[in-house]
């Protein structure tokens, strides 16, 4: 298959952008890799550990370089709209962390820009590539489950983690913000059928006493447009040494002929170290007892990066360098996921079932 050579900028140098710039510069069509952050030691610290041609702490020089032809979006999420809306003026395809935005209003800019300007855009969900989903979408497609009648998933992780999350993101974002990546996975598993109401019911308590007027405990129930029904549950309260380092997860789908149960919880592989074990999102934070493979992105073994992460960001890159299809969120998938965090946060607020779909800006 003849590929075609890629110069890719990647814009954001933090713990994503690094593992993304590591993944791009070891793909076989990658001739040319830019990497910037608006802390330029930062970017130029990556450059150096990725062997980048170009560094620098202006995003828009770094996507401008006439080598680059694809722009990785890995900012914090309250800068995407900006880095996106850059690299689509300059025609150039991009991949963004999710959310695509962090409301309707942003994420309608980036859409009507995609149509305008004939774009090529894809979100990074990652629990899409992680080989359990992937299996289980493939059943749903060759039909063994029947008709989907509901779904069910929830993800706990430690109050640690909120913290290094409340850093960036407003406190009442923070619940919805790990939820957001299995709103999107039981979208994609009930793909064509959309969510119509939402009801949502928080608790507050130990990140608020932390200072952060943020959820503990969130619950969410999605009704969907046939009348399927999906429960939604997510904590990031759990003990700061809980041994998970990333997401511990369950997600169940019902249909008329059929069931799926994928735990996700890695209580299977279980390590007790005297020395600690890194956590891959925060740094300086260990803990003596891990659930091993519980890192979100994925994880390093042998010099090597595996899991949803890495995957995902080769599929996009063979997607480009070869025309291949790839399972990444369009921009309309990830519309429907901003749409629906919304409504998780009003009905969190009015403690009242939200209607959808939404008005940008009502």
Known sequence: MQRQQLGIAVIGSGRIGTLRALMAAAHPAVRFLAVS????????????????????????????????????????????????????????????????????????????????????????????????????????IQGRLGRITGAAARVYNSRSQAMQTLKRMPAESNPVSGLTYYIDLVNWLLAGNDVVEVVARGQRGVIQASGYNAFDVAWVILTYADGAVASLGVSYALPPQYPSLGHAARVEILGSEGVMILDDDHTDQLMYSERGADHVYIPDHSVNMVFLGSGTPGDWALGEFWGPVATESRAWLDHLSTGRPCVLATPADARKVVEVTMAIEESLRTRKAISLPLVAGA
């Open 37 to 140: 952050d608006r802390d330029p030691a930062r970017a130029q610290a990556l450059a150096l550990r990725v062997g980048a041609q170009f560094h620098s702490g202006d995003n828009l020089d770094a996507m401008s370089r006439p080598e680059v032809n694809a722009v990785i979006v890995s900012t914090i999420e309250l800068e995407h709209t900006t880095a996106v809306l850059q690299a689509l003026d300059l025609g150039k395809p991009v991949l963004v962390e999710k959310p695509l935005a962090v409301d309707l209003k942003e994420a309608d800019r980036i859409i009507a820009a995609v149509g305008e300007r004939k774009g090529r855009l894809h979100v990074g969900y990652s629990r899409r590539f992680k080989k359990r989903y992937l299996l289980a979408k493939e059943q749903i």
